[in-house]
């Protein structure tokens, strides 16, 4: 299904026949996710009283199970997350001291490294489908909007066949990377695709936002995490990566996006998935 696209080579044509691509990262890149994946667990086997102290504000830190969903708060998603965004990766200050600290900060290290591979990503992207220049119209655009999310599981004794039931993530794109199989990919002949990333890969997966942004010429990767019964424990790194609303103007036009307010979607899909927003103008 996939070329893996090299280090530093967006795969432009692949997510504009596909919806999704594969990439292997650059070595720091790789470094940061590992870093993430390897302290993940400590930090989410502590006790939930330990997890409860690390909030950071509304939309940052530590959520317990049963808060996100795909499709229905009736069928929530079967873990818990840790979330980082821009503004929340410079106050692990306010965390406990030991693993949850040390955790916040590899995924702030994380979050800087994956925000402007994802700026490329986009940037390829609207040259690529306008043949305009957009790298001093984009620089900086994610960072405020966009968001790093771990998300722990134990498949193993998931009450459900999914951990994550079909859906698409509403944002413009999501990078990916999984510690063990699960992830299905929605392909055009109505099955699914299981995709497992090395150490250095992560999935390219395009959003609703995207969609909406090329009046359908990029079309959203509808996906699905399978709760595998032989697995014991399952981590996941997220960008989730969206535009500043200002920046929403539609590079292509026409009658998908002609009434659409496409920035107010971009604040709005957190409410989607049962969250709240984290962005700012």
């Given at each position: 299904m996939f070329t893996i696209a090299r280090a530093g080579v967006p795969p432009v044509?692949?997510?504009?026949?596909?919806?999704?691509?594969?990439?292997?990262?650059?070595?720091?890149?790789?470094?940061?996710?590992?870093?993430?994946?390897?302290?993940a667990p400590s930090f989410f086997r502590l006790s939930h009283a330990e997890k409860a102290k690390c909030g950071?504000?509304?939309?940052?830190?530590?959520?317990?199970?049963?808060?996100?969903?795909?499709?229905?708060?009736?069928?929530?998603?079967?873990?818990?997350?840790?979330?980082?965004?821009?503004?929340?990766?410079?106050?692990?200050?306010?965390?406990?001291?030991?693993?949850?600290?040390?955790?916040?900060?590899?995924?702030?290290?994380?979050?800087?490294?994956?925000?402007?591979?994802?700026?490329?990503?986009?940037?390829?992207?609207?040259?690529?489908?306008?043949?305009?220049?957009?790298?001093?119209?984009?620089?900086?655009?994610?960072?405020?909007?966009?968001?790093?999310?771990?998300?722990?599981?134990?498949?193993s004794k998931a009450r459900s066949e999914f951990i994550n039931e079909i859906h698409e993530d509403g944002h413009f794109l999501t990078l990916a990377y999984a510690t063990a199989e699960g992830l299905e990919l929605a392909q055009a002949d109505g099955g699914f695709k299981s995709v497992r990333t090395a150490p250095n890969q992560m999935v390219i997966m395009l959003g609703g936002i995207a969609s909406l942004m090329t009046n359908g010429r990029l079309r959203p990767l509808y996906h699905r995490v399978r709760s595998v019964p032989t697995c014991k424990e399952r981590v996941s790194i997220l960008f989730f990566a969206d535009l500043a609303p200002n920046l929403c103007q539609p590079w292509i036009s026409g009658e998908i996006n002609r009434t659409v307010d496409i920035a107010a979607n971009v604040r709005a899909n957190p409410a989607r998935f049962g969250l709240q927003g984290h962005g700012t103008e």
């Open positions: 044509e692949q997510l504009i026949h596909q919806g999704c691509a594969l990439i292997e990262l650059g070595q720091p890149e790789a470094d940061a996710i590992s870093e993430v994946a390897s302290a950071l504000g509304p939309a940052a830190g530590y959520r317990p199970y049963g808060i996100e969903y795909s499709n229905s708060p009736e069928r929530p998603d079967e873990m818990e997350t840790f979330s980082t965004t821009a503004a929340s990766a410079s106050h692990s200050s306010g965390l406990p001291a030991g693993c949850a600290r040390d955790f916040h900060d590899r995924t702030a290290v994380a979050f800087g490294l994956l925000e402007p591979l994802a700026e490329r990503l986009v940037v390829a992207l609207a040259e690529n489908l306008t043949r305009r220049s957009w790298m001093e119209a984009l620089r900086g655009a994610l960072q405020s909007w966009s968001c790093l999310q771990v998300n722990h599981s134990r498949p």
